[in-house]
């Protein structure tokens, strides 16, 4: 029998509970062998986008946590955001940006949200993602927005961006003053280079920050 634990634990349980119990007759020892290393190595893990979920319903979340859990449901749920239809929550999907991929894209730049409430957050990187998505657009690239490592080199680069924007007009990040921005970026790049082939995300935020700082000028800046 695998699985000792658990009837122990049934045992223990306050009232009685009916548990389903599969049992297998005459195995050989090859057979027994065989069965302990399927269970063991071929059972379906519970998907990391779950286990944030439970953690959420169990309520351990920590405060770092529960910011990000609730800037991504802003995310997937207000009619005004940019990745509306574009984000799965419990389960990696083709085509989809996971709670897991959106966690550790935002925990990179984690130190500029400090205090902020979920809705700030999610009010200054929506606008920023719209931005960066008429980019993408501008090279007929908007799709790509959900590749993971386009989406984590560009989460990356959005305290690059949010410096410039704050310098400009004072902490104004709108949509408008983003794109002043990411304009001339995007404009210097290609389209294989939203993402390029087989480069992780480090690799990408470097090659875009250095493009976003390719061609600055002090009179582009003063009179943009």
Not at 56 to 71: F, G, K, P, Q
Not at 186 to 215: C, I, M, V
Request: a positive charge.
């Amino acid at each position: 029998i695998d699985g000792q634990h658990r009837v122990y634990g049934f045992n223990l349980a306050m009232r009685s509970v009916n548990v389903p119990v599969v049992v297998y007759n005459k195995l050989t020892r090859a057979q027994e062998c065989q069965l302990f290393m399927d269970i063991n190595t071929k059972q379906r893990p519970v998907p990391p986008e779950l286990l944030l979920d439970i953690r959420r319903l169990s309520e351990t979340e920590s405060a770092a946590e529960a910011l990000l859990h609730n800037v991504f449901d802003l995310f997937a749920s207000d009619a005004d955001s940019v990745l509306v239809g574009l984000l799965s929550p419990s389960e990696r999907r083709k085509g989809k940006i996971s709670r897991v991929t959106f966690n550790a894209a935002l925990k990179s730049i984690d130190g500029a949200f400090v205090d902020a409430a979920p809705v700030d957050v999610y009010h200054v990187l929506n606008a920023y993602l719209k931005a960066c998505v008429g980019g993408l657009q501008f090279h007929g690239a908007q799709e790509n927005i959900v590749n993971p490592a386009l989406f984590k080199a560009l989460i990356l680069l959005f305290t690059n961006v949010a410096e410039r924007v704050s310098d400009r007009h004072g902490g104004r990040y709108t949509v408008q003053n983003f794109e002043e921005v990411l304009g001339p970026f995007f404009r210097k790049l290609k389209k294989g280079d939203l993402p390029k082939p087989a480069t992780g995300h480090l690799a990408l935020y470097e090659n875009y920050r250095k493009a976003l700082s390719s061609g600055f000028s002090l009179k582009q800046w003063l009179f943009a």
